[in-house]
């Protein structure tokens, strides 16, 4: 069901602002928000919430692909997010170096 909601938030991207830059930022918010939400599943001792956080968020993009792919198929998968986080990495570089 993760995986739908995921590709469904993509397309909506894609359709709404056919922007590769947005896409690629769009990743990066999506696995920052995961890791977040579980690192306040791990730290805070409220049981509600972390049963909660930890049965319907994923932990990160690479969850998700490993859950719904296996070998070559998940590496390509893998390399190819990782392709798409050194891009992020690449425009907020610009955009730090270009506010200076």
Do not use: Q
């Not at 893998?78 to 170096?97: N, Q």
């Amino acid at each position: 069901m993760d995986l739908i909601i995921f590709l469904v938030f993509i397309a909506i991207i894609i359709f709404w602002t056919k922007d590769f830059k947005f896409f690629i930022y769009f990743l990066g918010i999506a696995e920052l928000f995961f890791r977040l939400m579980h690192f306040i599943a791990d730290n805070l001792k409220i049981a509600e919430l972390s049963n909660f956080i930890r049965n319907y968020i994923p932990e990160s993009i690479f969850n998700i692909l490993a859950k719904y792919s296996n070998g070559l198929f998940y590496e390509i998968l893998c390399w190819a997010l990782f392709a798409a986080f050194v891009t992020l990495e690449v425009y907020l570089v610009k955009y730090l170096l270009k506010r200076k």
